[in-house]
């Protein structure tokens, strides 16, 4: 059963290191892949006079601004089945063309408080290469972590 695709999952691929960097590692149907999937949001933010929220969050992503874009997206795949199925076509193709896995949890946080995170596990399952990041640039007055496990 696969997960369903959320904005949360789109704006994590819109943001991503290894396809900022790129795609030095990546072959050219994943790219392109991505370039459709970029070119896809692009267009429905500009149809839906939201273009002007999609260019802040990527000439300053922020946490705030990635927020802001992550909830128009999912207003827009909410609203709109084919946009949203257009979006799921667009990964599946990314996931069957990139033979790499990357999976990060807790990256990029900046809390002005205490973060707790427990009982939070990486499993990766298939060939291919894996990379994985459990606890990357987090801030925090405390942390507290448990129960942390990542296998591949």
């Known amino acids: 059963m696969t997960e369903p695709l959320t904005a949360a999952v789109i704006v994590s691929l819109f943001f991503s290191e290894a396809i900022k960097e790129g795609g030095k590692a990546l072959t050219k149907g994943v790219t392109d892949?991505?370039?459709?999937?970029?070119?896809?949001?692009?267009?429905?933010?500009?149809a839906e006079g939201m273009?002007?929220?999609?260019?802040?969050?990527?000439?300053?992503?922020?946490q705030k601004n990635?927020?802001?874009?992550?909830?128009?997206?999912?207003t827009q795949?909410?609203?709109?089945?084919?946009?949203?199925?257009?979006?799921?076509?667009?990964?599946?193709?990314?996931?069957?063309?990139?033979?790499s896995i990357r999976q990060v949890v807790l990256s990029e946080i900046e809390l002005t408080g205490d973060l707790?995170?427990?009982?939070?596990s990486q499993k990766a399952k298939r060939a291919g290469s894996v990379e994985q990041?459990?606890?990357?640039?987090?801030?925090?007055?405390?942390?507290?972590?448990?129960?942390?496990?990542?296998?591949a």
């Open 133 to 151: 990041e459990m606890v990357k640039g987090v801030k925090a007055i405390n942390i507290d972590l448990g129960n942390l496990n990542q296998e």
């Open 116 to 120: 707790k995170a427990k009982d939070i």
């Open 77 to 99: 795949m909410d609203a709109d089945e084919t946009f949203t199925n257009k979006l799921k076509e667009l990964v599946q193709q990314l996931q069957a063309q990139d033979e």
């Open 51 to 62: 273009e002007g929220l999609l260019k802040r969050a990527e000439n300053d992503p922020t």
């Open 66 to 74: 990635k927020e802001k874009l992550q909830d128009e997206l999912q």
């Open 33 to 46: 892949t991505f370039a459709q999937l970029v070119n896809t949001i692009r267009e429905k933010f500009r």
